[in-house]
């Protein structure tokens, strides 16, 4: 079986770690292996920063899609295997938990659709950067009669916490409808 490689990592010298996405023919989908091995290279730039690590770790995804959130065929597979679906939910909190408690800033480079887990991805980021043209942000699994909650404390924080920031992560949590980078 031939390795794929679902992330490039780029160290620059200027301490900037890249990691980009690169599955764009499934829209950069936040399968497992892809979450895994998001984890395995931010644990490493953790351990590699007692030694000289990245002074902040961008994620950005290739192909025009940041990412289109869960692997749809992967949930669809586990559909009758309660503890195949926890792992994979178990998966992509153990990214946001990644993210969230990295030591250095990390920046989402959204460009393109950042859609269900991969709006709650860049809302756990510490910095957005999206591209006004191109970027959207939605949870569109309401509009199939699923709803999650979990991007909504990151869609909160990233959206300007307080009230405001609750009535605005509302109303993308139950509409499912895109949102533009400008409008998030």
Request: charged content about 15%; proline content about 4%; overall charge neutral.
């Amino acid at each position: 079986m031939a390795v794929r490689h679902l992330v490039r990592a780029t160290r620059h010298h200027t301490g900037v770690l890249t990691l980009t996405m690169a599955n764009p023919s499934n829209r950069n989908a936040l399968s497992t292996e892809m979450m895994g091995t998001l984890c395995s290279m931010l644990a490493a730039d953790r351990a590699d920063g007692l030694v000289g690590g990245a002074r902040v770790v961008v994620i950005s995804g290739d192909g025009g899609c940041f990412s289109a959130g869960h692997d749809l065929r992967e949930i669809e597979a586990a559909r009758n295997d309660s503890e195949a679906l926890l792992r994979i939910f178990a998966s992509c909190g153990e990214l946001m938990k990644a993210v969230r408690e990295h030591p250095v800033p990390i920046i989402a480079a959204v460009d393109g659709p950042a859609h269900a887990a991969g709006c709650e991805l860049a809302a756990s980021a510490d910095i957005v950067v999206a591209d006004e043209g191109t970027a959207t942000f939605a949870t569109p699994g309401v509009r199939m009669g699923l709803f999650c909650h979990t991007p909504a404390v990151a869609l909160v924080k990233a959206l300007g916490g307080g009230a405001a920031g609750a009535r605005r992560a509302a109303l993308m949590l139950y509409s499912g409808t895109p949102v533009s980078a400008s409008a998030a």
